[in-house]
């Protein structure tokens, strides 16, 4: 399996691979079954509620993976690096700068995640189409992109599992 990181704190899930019948991806799925969902249509405010970690409402799958690597996956810590982990290291985690695409290091940008939001409801497709055009044409140029990850990381933003970050 791999996947890579979006910030240092946190796993992306832009690019996921793994053979079929992965446990990990087996046992992520699971947890829809079970989860607690919330939606508040006025504000389109959307978060999910995983059995693995009660105590925490999610908003994303980016959300969701790195609480589950954290408390399931042996020898995960959030390090922003590339490690290998699992009971049996074939898990592979890689620097943000490999499937997310917002690094200045372009000789590791394996793919670039245009961060598009498809997954999200508009009132009409017009709607949808206007704004994506403007928001990915600012939030793909590669400095901004980068400059906001060091501005998180300098104010220590809160991301989810900034607080499980480990400097190495």
Not at 142 to 167: C, E, G, H, S, T
Request: glycine share 6%; hydrophobic share 35%; aromatic share 18%.
């Amino acid at each position: 399996m791999l996947l890579g990181y979006i910030f240092d704190a946190s796993l992306g899930t832009a690019v996921i691979g793994a053979e079929p019948g992965n446990q990990v991806i087996g046992a992520l799925l699971k947890q829809y079954e079970t989860a607690e969902y919330q939606y508040k249509p006025e504000t389109r405010d959307f978060k999910i509620k995983f059995e693995f970690m009660p105590e925490m409402f999610m908003v994303n799958n980016n959300d969701m993976f790195t609480a589950y690597f954290l408390k399931n996956v042996k020898g995960f810590a959030l390090t922003g690096k590339k490690c290998r982990c699992g009971d049996d290291g074939k898990i592979h985690i890689y620097p943000k700068e490999y499937f997310e695409g917002y690094s200045m290091h372009f000789k590791n940008n394996y793919s670039i995640h245009h961060c598009f939001g498809s997954w999200r409801y508009f009132e009409n497709e017009n709607e949808k189409h206007d704004e994506s055009i403007l928001r990915n044409y600012l939030k793909n140029i590669y400095f901004l992109r980068w400059a906001k990850d060091k501005y998180i990381r300098m104010k220590k933003k809160n991301l989810p599992f900034q607080n499980y970050f480990v400097r190495r």
